[in-house]
């Protein structure tokens, strides 16, 4: 039996999401959007259905407003929800995107309670910590997208400075989704290379300071709307992750108990992604400078939390 892939909200981020868990092969896959936007849904998955004899995959798509089709979902990816607009920060989707959050994590407890949930909507550490309060689902269930993205960004942005391939950069971006993100160039490598040896260090300053406001320069580009291509693969590649138990290890926004001293809070870090779910969160031992700058992430995250009073 093919797994299955719930995708609450539709739009711009869940129409790519559904495309590459198709073509990946990941599962069956049901949209589920509001009941104003049932068609556009369906039309949208029937186009995917109708993609695949040119897409070479297998895979039934569907688009609806009722939450029973999700029910026997192995994963849930919610981008429902506002995405900003020019100008906005993150934090301005607070208010409009608790208000959407709440009643799906609802609905998600009740019709499938035992998926693995990847939360995607903005402000992402928030609105995971108020999806996981609301569910009570086991830590290892629940995460944010956050950390895949900033870190493919981080990828990105040095495989372009340096003019080599993006396979060869490794690295990791810790911390929230957000301008006080912590890019780790002490801690990257291209090709097995220390990027600090090969990068001079006003360069990578420039980097780290274009990966913290990466997604704002796309929000500008854009106009209206948010970045949608790389969230959507970042979301993907952390429910493969689950789906095959690859036990990747994938920079997200898992609950800290403890780890990096940092306690009740999702906040991006490094964490194995297999079966289990969130499976491990891996410590790295941080020099002065990045623990300052680790603080002051959390700091951040703490303050759009308290904000949510839940
Ligand atoms: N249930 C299901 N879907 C909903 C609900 C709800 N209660 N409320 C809104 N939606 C749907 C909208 O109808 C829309 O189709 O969520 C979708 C959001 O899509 P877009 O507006 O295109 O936004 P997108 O670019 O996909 O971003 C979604 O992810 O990265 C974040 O900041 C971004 O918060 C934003 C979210």
């Given at each position: 039996?093919r797994?299955?892939?719930?995708?609450?909200?539709?739009?711009?981020?869940?129409q790519?999401?559904?495309m590459?868990?198709?073509?990946?092969?990941?599962?069956?896959?049901?949209?589920?959007?509001?009941?104003?936007?049932?068609?556009?849904?369906?039309?949208?998955?029937?186009?995917l259905?109708?993609?695949?004899?040119?897409?070479?995959?297998?895979?039934?798509?569907?688009?609806?407003?009722?939450?029973?089709?999700?029910?026997?979902?192995?994963?849930?990816?919610?981008?429902a929800?506002?995405?900003?607009?020019?100008?906005?920060s993150?934090?301005?989707?607070l208010?409009?995107?608790?208000?959407?959050?709440?009643?799906i994590?609802?609905?998600?407890?009740?019709?499938?309670?035992?998926?693995?949930?990847?939360?995607?909507?903005?402000?992402?550490?928030?609105?995971?910590?108020?999806?996981?309060?609301?569910?009570?689902?086991?830590?290892?269930?629940?995460?944010?997208?956050?950390?895949?993205?900033?870190?493919?960004?981080?990828?990105?942005?040095?495989?372009?400075?340096?003019?080599?391939?993006?396979?060869?950069?490794?690295?990791?971006v810790?911390?929230?989704?957000?301008?006080?993100?912590?890019?780790?160039?002490?801690?990257?490598?291209?090709?097995?290379?220390?990027?600090?040896?090969?990068?001079?260090?006003?360069?990578?300053?420039?980097?780290?300071?274009?990966?913290?406001?990466?997604?704002?320069?796309?929000?500008?580009?854009?106009g209206?709307?948010?970045?949608?291509?790389?969230?959507?693969?970042?979301?993907?590649?952390?429910?493969?992750?689950?789906?095959?138990?690859?036990?990747?290890?994938?920079?997200?926004?898992?609950?800290c108990?403890?780890?990096y001293?940092?306690?009740?809070?999702?906040?991006?870090?490094?964490?194995?992604?297999?079966?289990g779910?969130?499976?491990?969160?891996?410590?790295?031992?941080?020099?002065?400078?990045?623990?300052?700058?680790?603080?002051?992430?959390?700091?951040?995250?703490?303050?759009?939390?308290?904000e949510?009073?839940?």
């Amino acid at each position: 039996m093919r797994k299955k892939i719930a995708l609450i909200g539709g739009g711009q981020i869940g129409q790519i999401q559904a495309m590459l868990a198709a073509q990946r092969e990941l599962g069956d896959v049901v949209i589920l959007d509001i009941p104003d936007l049932e068609n556009r849904v369906k039309g949208k998955a029937l186009d995917l259905m109708e993609m695949a004899p040119h897409g070479n995959y297998d895979a039934n798509l569907t688009g609806t407003s009722n939450y029973q089709d999700i029910a026997g979902a192995d994963v849930v990816i919610i981008t429902a929800g506002m995405p900003r607009k020019p100008g906005m920060s993150r934090e301005d989707l607070l208010s409009t995107n608790i208000g959407i959050i709440k009643p799906i994590a609802e609905n998600v407890k009740k019709v499938v309670p035992k998926a693995f949930c990847i939360i995607v909507t903005n402000p992402l550490d928030a609105m995971v910590y108020v999806f996981h309060k609301v569910t009570g689902f086991p830590k290892n269930q629940v995460c944010g997208m956050a950390g895949a993205l900033d870190t493919a960004r981080w990828r990105s942005f040095i495989a372009m400075e340096l003019g080599v391939s993006v396979e060869d950069v490794s690295g990791t971006v810790l911390g929230g989704h957000g301008p006080t993100m912590v890019p780790l160039p002490r801690l990257t490598t291209v090709g097995g290379v220390p990027l600090t040896e090969i990068m001079d260090p006003l360069t990578v300053k420039k980097v780290v300071t274009r990966t913290r406001e990466a997604g704002t320069e796309i929000v500008k580009l854009l106009g209206n709307g948010s970045a949608f291509f790389s969230p959507s693969w970042s979301s993907i590649v952390m429910a493969e992750s689950y789906l095959k138990d690859k036990k990747r290890i994938i920079t997200c926004a898992a609950l800290c108990e403890g780890e990096y001293g940092i306690h009740g809070l999702f906040i991006g870090v490094p964490a194995r992604i297999g079966s289990g779910g969130v499976e491990k969160i891996y410590e790295i031992k941080l020099n002065g400078e990045e623990k300052a700058s680790l603080a002051q992430t959390v700091e951040a995250v703490k303050k759009t939390v308290s904000e949510c009073q839940i």
